[in-house]
């Protein structure tokens, strides 16, 4: 067994950037596995199985890691495995159906793509494949492999449903089941839920993605520094996000009033 286009060795878990680099190449390419407690000889092949030892939460963390430093966002597999009798852990990364994926390296976004063995950045011209690669995916209309029915607000389902249909003449009765509303809103794929459907009518969005939220804040002048007057981080659903948005902007916009001569006064 060798590093292949699909495989990579790291001896531990203290190669985090590495780790970041192999997780975006895999996940603009073909995918691919990435053993931890291996070391490997110059030509790529098994020199040494030291495998690791796990603390605490530390796969919770390598996990939330990932999320917190790829764009969009991978949710890597993650397992223990023996191998002659010591522990190696094993990250499995898909291919992503949005691309490029971007790995936050010393605080700044780069692609990389994986070329024979090893990672490369990627350049503007290859930047434009991997984009042109990924053109017939849609974020939204992608399966949030995490979820399930049991993370969709059913109320907020019945309450979107009511609404189209005495606004907008939705053919889709309120009261049928929370399954088979999102199939006909096409919130589903392949029996799983879609992004779009967390987004909209999720119980908590930010479960799946970190970065739905909207901050607003309010600060003196016409540049936006520090300190701010108001600021406010406002989480929840799509819908939840807007109406809280409008009220944020209304309650810290000047408000005007005044009389009109020979009409009563206000």
């Not at 995916?137 to 995490?146: N, T, V, Y």
Request: net charge neutral; with cysteine.
């Amino acid at each position: 067994m060798e590093e292949s286009q699909q495989l990579e060795f790291k001896k531990s878990l203290a190669e985090r950037k590495e780790l970041l680099e192999t997780i975006s190449a895999f996940a603009n390419s073909k995918g691919g596995k990435i053993f931890v407690g291996i070391e490997e000889n110059k030509n790529g092949s098994v020199k040494e199985i030291v495998g690791i030892r796990i603390r605490g939460k530390e796969i919770e963390n390598l996990s939330n890691e990932v999320r917190q430093n790829t764009d969009p966002v991978i949710y890597p597999s993650i397992e223990v495995k023996e191998m002659e009798g010591k522990s190696i852990l094993v990250i499995e990364v898909k291919e992503s159906q949005v691309k490029p994926v971007f790995a936050k390296i010393d605080k700044l976004p780069v692609a990389f793509k994986r070329i024979g063995k090893t990672n490369q950045k990627a350049d503007v011209n290859e930047l434009r494949q991997i984009i042109s690669e990924g053109m017939e995916f849609l974020w939204d209309s992608q399966i949030c492999e995490e979820a399930s029915l049991e993370d969709i607000d059913w109320e907020k389902v019945r309450w979107v449903l009511r609404k189209a249909k005495t606004e907008r003449n939705l053919d889709i009765d309120p009261e049928i089941s929370v399954k088979e509303a999102l199939e006909k809103l096409n919130l589903t794929k392949s029996g799983k839920l879609t992004n779009a459907a967390i987004l909209v009518f999720g119980k908590e969005p930010q479960k799946f993605f970190l970065q739905g939220e909207v901050r607003c804040a309010k600060f003196k002048g016409t540049r936006a520094v520090k300190p701010f007057i108001d600021m406010k981080v406002i989480l929840g659903s799509s819908y939840e996000q807007i109406d809280a948005t409008e009220k944020f902007v209304l309650n810290n916009i000047r408000k005007a009033a005044w009389t009109v001569s020979g009409q009563v006064e206000r």
